[in-house]
C-alpha cells in the first residue's frame, strides 16, 4: 500500500508541474487557459508540491494571492496530516 500512495504522489506532482507548465505555454500565446480551479484542485489532491515548484520554475501565478500564499498552505496542511498519520 506504500508503494501505491509514494507512486501516486510523484504521478500527480508531476501532472501537476505539466499542467502548469501547459498553462504558462496557453498564456504566452493568448490561448484558451487552464482553469484556476483546476490548478488548485490538482494541489489539493496530492500535487501541491509540483504546483509550487512550477510555479517559480516557469515564472507563472506567482502574483496571485490565491496561489503565492494558498499553494505553502495546501503544502503545511498535507505535511501535517502525513505526520499525524505516520505516528
Known sequence: ???I???YIIFINLISFLTIYID?????????RI????LIFLSIIGGSLGTYISMYTFKHKI???K???GIPIII???LSIYF???K
Open 24 to 32: 504558462k505555454k496557453k498564456a504566452i500565446k493568448k490561448k484558451w
Open 63 to 65: 502574483r496571485h494571492l
Open 5 to 7: 500512495f509514494t507512486y
Open 76 to 78: 503545511l496542511f498535507q
Open 35 to 38: 482553469k484556476e480551479s483546476t
Open 84 to 86: 499525524l498519520l505516520k
Open 1 to 3: 500500500m506504500k508503494d
Open 67 to 69: 496561489f503565492n500564499l
